[in-house]
């Protein structure tokens, strides 16, 4: 079930930003007087069609889902002697290098704009998240040694205010990246009953964050969860062989005070196959079980402790909501810093700051697409959004073959005043088809790997 979950998620993801894309394409191509013969959703063959409209544009699905294409009436294609004189005027290239260049801009602007608006209904809707409440940080972690302490609540990043949990868990991906140029990122927090602090973690700490995994907890910040409370005990399970029992309240193990869920969970892990001391709060009794989690094996053949307990508690959780204005202006911005930040890091590639395990292809944008369609449609729909910002990106890169290597042409057009030779745009055609074939090939790669 949840494999067809993941590949009707991911079709209809995909699809839908191809088609936003294409449309971009075409609707400003009709805008400005070209005629537009095909409109085909997927590439290679032609598997469905139908033709529609005075201009009798054919609408096509083809067999290979990944892509698709815009066709005009193009010399270059259909040759000028198969073109009627009468509908020379409606010929791409004979077009003003201006609609050229907003035709071909149009379908990664199509992109940019979805998101604009999925962005901005998501923020005028309401997401809830959780808060920005602090867990205490692991000793020696950048955010510990910062000053940064439990139950904080973090209020500003660099200035930047933060509500929710992903507000934050942005900006500290940006900070970690804008930290190559010595920059340090001020953390502003509330500190329950004590008033505003502000601390601030080093650009040599930021530099540390891990990029390529969880940066705000690799930095030290985690969510605060609550006290742990037991749920379900499975039956035969070490838990419920010690005498756990549902709506059990751990309060310490061996003498030693439990802060949250995370720490109980940790103590656990780390104690297979050795008794533990859990003091309990069962009603209004405290008792104390003695608890031997079961010794299994884990990732990399480290023995790891359980229980087979469900342990109850959810973190502090908000729902964060915008007045039209206020959504409209933070979907722009957020917009702005994906494409930012997506900018940084290709580039850190390319100068071997960043890894290129960060290059990722369909199986595993097909599997976010599963799990965010699987935890909501909030989720589904800010993937979505990310997505289409990336596919707007990769677009314009000055790759012959994409629309960043036909607007390069035509911005040499305008500085030079004359068309790119049609020998030079046949070379790099090649190279860019090269080049994309590398990149799928390495994004397949890194999928296949992901999933071993």
Aim: net charge neutral; with cysteine.
């Amino acid at each position: 079930m949840n494999l067809l979950q993941t590949l009707v998620a991911f079709v209809v993801a995909l699809g839908t930003l191809v088609v936003i894309h294409e449309l971009g394409h075409f609707l400003v191509a009709r805008w400005c007087g070209v005629k537009v013969l095909r409109f085909s959703v997927g590439m290679g063959r032609i598997v469905w069609s139908r033709r529609f409209g005075k201009d009798r544009t054919e609408w096509a699905i083809s067999a290979l889902p990944l892509g698709g294409y815009v066709k005009m009436l193009d010399a270059r294609e259909q040759g000028i002697d198969q073109i009627p004189q009468a509908e020379l005027h409606r010929e791409f290239t004979r077009q003003n290098v201006w609609k050229r260049i907003a035709i071909v801009a149009a379908g990664p602007l199509a992109n940019f704009l979805l998101a604009i608006l999925i962005f901005a209904g998501l923020y005028m809707h309401g997401i809830e998240e959780p808060s920005t409440r602090l867990a205490e940080p692991p000793a020696q972690s950048a955010a510990a040694l910062a000053g940064l302490d439990r139950d904080d609540v973090v209020r500003s990043v660099n200035g930047e205010p933060v509500t929710g949990w992903s507000e934050l868990r942005w900006e500290l991906i940006q900070a970690a990246v804008d930290a190559e140029g010595g920059e340090g990122a001020r953390i502003a927090v509330d500190r329950p009953g004590r008033g505003e602090f502000t601390f601030v973690l080093p650009a040599a700490a930021l530099q540390k964050a891990d990029l390529e995994e969880d940066v705000p907890g690799s930095l030290g910040f985690d969510i605060a969860l609550p006290p742990p409370a037991i749920g379900r005990v499975e039956a035969g399970g070490a838990g419920g062989r010690a005498g756990l029992r549902s709506g059990d309240q751990v309060t310490a193990i061996d003498g030693v005070p439990v802060g949250d869920v995370a720490a109980f969970m940790k103590a656990i892990r780390a104690a297979g196959g050795r008794t533990l001391q859990l003091d309990v709060r069962r009603g209004g009794d405290l008792i104390r079980l003695p608890v031997t989690p079961d010794a299994e094996p884990g990732k990399d053949g480290v023995t790891v402790g359980k229980i087979r307990v469900e342990l109850l508690g959810r973190p502090d959780m908000i729902v964060v909501a915008d007045g039209p204005a206020t959504a409209a202006g933070k979907a722009v911005r957020k917009v702005w810093d994906t494409c930012a930040l997506t900018v940084k890091m290709i580039g850190r590639m390319i100068t071997g700051e960043a890894s290129w395990k960060n290059v990722t292809g369909p199986i595993t944008i097909a599997d976010y697409a599963g799990q965010s369609s699987r935890i909501g449609l909030a989720s589904y729909l800010s993937f979505m959004a990310i997505v289409s910002i990336s596919l707007g990106v990769m677009n314009l890169l000055p790759i012959p073959v994409l629309d960043g290597g036909l607007l390069l042409y035509y911005s040499l057009e305008v500085l030079t005043g004359r068309p790119v030779p049609e020998r030079f745009g046949e070379i790099a055609q090649r190279l860019g088809v090269g080049l994309l074939v590398t990149l799928m090939a390495l994004a397949v790669f890194n999928d296949v790997a992901r999933l071993l």
